[in-house]
C-alpha cells in the first residue's frame, strides 16, 4: 500500500525559514516523480514544486520560486521541502503526492497524495 | 500560472447526474490531453478520479466519467451517492513546465 506521510509544519514567523519532509513506503520511490502541493485556508489546491525521480528536472511555481528548495533522498525514500522567506501567503496545508505518469518530463495526474501538513506563517 | 476556472458549487439529489466544468486556455487545456480530476474529502489526502481527459485509475467508479472540448474539461458523475459529498479539483499541464489548478467545486448532495 502506498503511504506518503508529511512533517514538520509549524508555527513559524514572517521571513523566517522551514523544512519539510515526506515519507514514502509501498513503491519504488526512486523511480518516480514528487510534488508538492499546498492548500491555503478556504482555498483550492496550488502546485508548488515536482521533481523528477532521478533529481534532474526540478519545476518552481512562479509563487515559490527562488525561496524553496525542492529535494529528495531516494536511498531514504524522502522528500524534501526547504522554505525560505516564508510570507504570510505560504500558510498552508501541504501535501506530497507521487506521480506514475509523466508529460514531456513533467509529472502529471498526482496519483497518491499524503495527508499532508499544516504550515502557518505569523507573528 | 493563472488558475482553471470552476464553479464553486454544484448540488444533485442521490441518484441523479452533475456536471462539473473546468475552463482553461489555450496554454493549458485547449493544448494539452493531461487533464486530471480530483476529489478530496476535507481532512483526507485528495484522490485521483480522472487522467488524461477520460480514464480512471484502478478501483475508480465507472460512475465518474471525463471529457474535453476546446479549453474546457468537464467531470459528470452520474449516479450520485451520499460519498461522492466532497471537492473536486480539476488540474492541467500547462505551457512552460508547469501544473494549474482548478479553484474547486464543492458537491452537495440535496
Given at each position: 500500500e502506498v503511504q506518503l506521510v508529511e512533517s514538520g509544519g509549524d508555527l513559524v514567523k514572517p521571513g523566517g525559514s522551514l523544512r519539510l519532509s515526506c515519507a514514502a513506503s509501498g513503491f519504488t520511490f526512486s523511480s518516480y516523480s514528487m510534488t508538492w502541493v499546498r492548500q491555503a485556508p478556504g482555498k483550492g489546491l496550488e502546485w508548488v514544486s515536482s521533481i523528477r525521480s532521478s533529481s534532474g528536472h526540478i519545476y518552481y511555481a512562479d509563487s515559490v520560486k527562488g525561496r524553496f528548495t525542492v529535494s529528495r533522498d531516494n536511498a531514504k525514500n524522502s522528500l524534501n521541502l526547504k522554505m525560505d522567506s516564508l510570507g504570510a501567503d505560504d500558510t498552508a496545508v501541504y501535501y506530497c503526492a507521487t506521480s506514475l505518469r509523466e508529460f514531456f518530463l513533467f509529472p502529471v495526474s498526482l496519483d497518491y497524495w499524503g495527508l499532508g501538513t499544516l504550515v502557518t506563517v505569523s507573528s | 500560472q493563472s488558475a482553471l476556472t470552476q464553479p464553486a458549487s454544484v448540488s444533485g439529489s442521490p441518484g441523479q447526474s452533475i456536471t462539473i466544468s473546468c475552463t482553461g486556455t489555450s496554454r493549458d487545456i485547449g493544448t494539452y490531453k493531461v487533464v486530471s480530476w480530483y476529489q478530496h474529502h476535507p481532512g483526507k489526502a485528495p484522490k485521483l478520479m480522472?487522467?488524461?481527459?477520460?480514464k480512471r485509475p484502478s478501483g475508480v467508479s465507472d460512475r465518474f466519467y471525463g471529457s474535453k472540448s476546446g479549453n474546457t474539461a468537464s467531470l459528470t458523475i452520474s449516479g450520485l451517492q451520499t460519498e461522492d459529498e466532497a471537492d473536486y479539483y480539476c488540474s492541467s499541464y500547462a505551457t512552460g513546465s508547469t501544473l494549474v489548478f482548478g479553484g474547486g467545486t464543492r458537491l452537495t448532495l440535496l
Open positions: - | 480522472i487522467y488524461e481527459v477520460s
